[in-house]
């Protein structure tokens, strides 16, 4: 088989970036190791910055969010049991974030190939990398127990972070950048109306907690546990039980609680490889760079990557220069280092470190009371959170 681009990993990059590049007119052949009904029943982030939500109104996908995503113009920080509102929209100089659904950004991009008669070839197994530092790399996967060969021009990896892409790079010519946090998320995702029509991010002495929406009758709420925690350890009536303790009253006598639609524990990590670009391979989103969820930072970031990817490939097919595809790797970079440090301060200020001490706790508290009764420190947040527009200049 011959394609153009071989994209390995359907989750929402390699999907977004299949989507732009049919619109382009270039040629695409996407490889997953899953089924897409696997790849639908991940539950990840919601929030999606301008940049994001305008690239899938450019992939032709944004119909369904508009109609159905939720618009936010601010959020609320909790500490010392009162709630401070970030006003996103008069901080940024009317910026908003919208609310939607990762799987459901999935399923969309998912319908949107199926409907055009793309390829996409689920339960590829023994996926393999090959030349890709030369002009003729290939990819070499099996399905139903057949050996199947693709010629490309470029690979894009887009397959996560424990995917082949990366792993196949020789050691010597990559430097990853790592930083594990002592706790996780445990995450319940639930059919009712959320306990506020925006975000609360909380910050109490028994922990983090995060209390989100995915729409008007489900939500979707995060509490900051132990790295030996068990999901099965937690009961509905425990997590139900341990988010009351954590909010303030009135969010508290306002929590509807219900049966979980689903439970999980997500460790925590801040994770950079440098470079992105090896050859004619690429690294997209996940394979490339992880960021703890606080600052709502992992699917923007994702698309952002293909956003310069797929201007790349345009470039090279339709004006024959090189120019983007050798900048990709800086241009992604410059983006993520920022991101990165939003989301790992914003990590730091928002969760209890056991082992950090009394102090830290007096730290946290003192940089919170700064932040709320400071105009730059609240633009800091707030400029943060939305998003920096793409750069594609020189």
């Not at 732009?20 to 997953?32: M, N, P, R, S």
């Not at 305008?54 to 609320?76: I, K, Q, S």
């Not at 670009?277 to 997209?284: C, D, Q, S, V």
């Not at 609240?378 to 793409?390: D, K, M, Q």
Request: hydrophobic content about 40%; charged content about 25%; aromatic content about 10%.
């Amino acid at each position: 088989m011959r394609t153009q681009v071989a994209i390995i990993g359907a989750g929402p990059s390699g999907l977004l970036l299949g989507q732009l590049l049919y619109k382009a007119g270039i040629d695409a052949v996407i490889l997953e190791r899953q089924t897409a009904q696997y790849v639908l029943g991940r539950i990840r982030a919601g929030v999606l910055e301008q940049v994001a939500t305008d690239l899938l109104d450019e992939a032709g996908v944004g119909d369904r969010m508009h109609r159905e995503g939720l618009v936010h113009t601010g959020f609320d920080m909790l500490f010392d049991g009162k709630r401070h509102r970030i006003d996103l929209e008069k901080l940024t100089g009317g910026k908003k974030v919208m609310v939607y659904g990762q799987t459901e950004v999935t399923r969309d991009l998912m319908d949107a190939r199926q409907a055009a008669g793309l390829p996409t070839v689920y339960e590829a197994t023994n996926v393999q990398i090959h030349d890709f530092d030369s002009t003729r790399p290939r990819v070499t996967y099996e399905k139903n127990g057949q050996s199947h060969t693709i010629e490309c021009d470029f690979i894009a990896g887009c397959d996560g972070f424990h995917g082949v892409c990366r792993a196949s790079v020789p050691r010597n010519a990559i430097q990853e950048f790592e930083k594990v946090y002592p706790f996780g998320w445990l995450g319940l995702l639930s059919d009712t109306p959320p306990v506020h029509h925006e975000l609360i991010y909380v910050n109490s002495e028994r922990g983090f907690a995060l209390c989100s929406q995915r729409s008007h009758t489900r939500s979707r709420y995060y509490l900051q546990v132990p790295l030996t925690d068990k999901v099965e350890q937690w009961s509905d009536d425990a997590f139900w039980a341990e988010l009351k303790l954590r909010l303030d009253p009135e969010a508290a006598d306002k929590l509807v609680t219900g049966p979980s639609l689903e439970k999980s524990i997500a460790p925590l990590r801040s994770f950079v490889t440098e470079p992105l670009r090896f050859g004619r391979l690429f690294l997209a989103g996940d394979a490339g760079h992880i960021v703890p969820p606080t600052g709502a930072k992992g699917l923007n970031l994702a698309a952002t990557d293909v956003k310069y990817l797929s201007n790349a490939f345009v470039e090279f097919y339709q004006d024959k220069t090189e120019a983007g595809i050798d900048s990709y790797s800086e241009r992604c970079l410059k983006r993520i280092w920022r991101a990165e440090r939003f989301s790992w301060w914003f990590t730091s200020i928002m969760h209890q470190f056991p082992n950090e001490g009394a102090i830290h706790a007096k730290l946290q508290h003192a940089e919170l009371d700064y932040l709320m009764h400071s105009e730059a420190g609240l633009r800091t947040i707030a400029e943060n959170y939305v998003g920096l527009p793409l750069d594609f200049g020189s």
